[in-house]
């Protein structure tokens, strides 16, 4: 069974830096994207980055120049870097990954990112 775990969350001051990372384990067949979502109480989840296998990457507006995502094809891992972190990034953030011929998501099961104003 294909599991996604995340690791990384916590709290950060207005302003300040945090890493996510993630490792897709148990997948037998090719990893297409990886990424991450994110939801803050009350809110719908909101995709924050993607990456495919070939490097690309695409970036939520509200998010664009604070943080960058990096993937390891060998290692099957995704790390968020969150640079110049904003009170409203305050949410519980998804690990995801499109995997297979088939296209099928799989989820993580979410780390708690706090930012202190």
């Known amino acids: 069974q294909v599991q996604l775990v995340e690791s990384g969350g916590g709290v950060v001051q207005n302003g300040g830096s945090l890493r996510l990372s993630c490792v897709v384990l148990r997948s037998v067949f090719s990893i297409r994207t990886m990424g991450w979502y994110r939801q803050a109480p009350g809110k719908q989840r909101e995709l924050v980055a993607t990456?495919?296998?070939?490097?690309?990457?695409m970036y939520a507006d509200s998010v664009k120049g604070r943080f960058t995502i990096s993937g390891d094809n060998a290692k099957n891992t995704v790390d968020l870097q969150m640079n110049s972190a904003l009170p409203e990034d305050t949410a519980v953030y998804y690990c995801?990954?499109?995997?297979?011929?088939?296209?099928?998501?799989?989820w993580g099961r979410g780390t708690q990112v706090t930012v202190s104003s």
């Open positions: 990456i495919s296998k070939s490097g690309d990457t």
């Open positions: 995801y990954a499109v995997i297979g011929p088939t296209l099928a998501n799989y």
